[in-house]
């Protein structure tokens, strides 16, 4: 008897930490995907004349989960357009280099229904960065 109730305890904890990984393409049955807004928003630009003039510009990067669930990952995919100032010009948000994928950082557990993630970067220029939402976890 004891055995079976270890084996349901240990179903009961396995279940609350799994999560469903759900790829996002343009054939989105579930509009999951369709329910999480990324937006771009201008903080400021300036002119570096240190560095021959350069612009930059440093943007506040909102993730907004619409679903009426948490999501506990997103897989941002970022490509050449990624323009970073340098390596420290992205904060709040995990940066992985090999995938171009950025994804919530290990003290974000989840975005809550309704709610909103926010990090931020600044890029090279005054061109927004192409974000595309590729993958989540709920």
Not at 14 to 33: E, G, M, V
Not at 45 to 51: F, M, N, P, V
Not at 77 to 92: C, F, G, H, V
């Amino acid at each position: 008897m004891k055995l079976v109730y270890l084996l349901l305890i240990l179903s009961i904890i396995s279940s609350c930490f799994a999560s469903n990984n759900y790829q996002c393409n343009k054939h989105d049955p579930n509009n999951y995907c369709s329910s999480i807004e990324i937006d771009q928003k201008v903080i400021g630009t300036w002119s570096a004349h240190e560095r021959g003039g350069q612009t930059y510009t440093q943007y506040d990067v909102y993730v907004r989960n619409n679903l009426s669930f948490d999501v506990k990952q997103v897989y941002i995919y970022s490509d050449y357009t990624l323009r970073l100032k340098d390596r420290r010009s992205i904060w709040n948000i995990d940066q992985n280099e090999e995938t171009h994928y950025l994804t919530l950082p290990s003290y974000q557990s989840s975005i809550g229904p309704h709610s909103f993630f926010v990090f931020g970067m600044i890029l090279q220029g005054k061109e927004q960065a192409n974000l595309t939402l590729d993958q989540i976890s709920f």
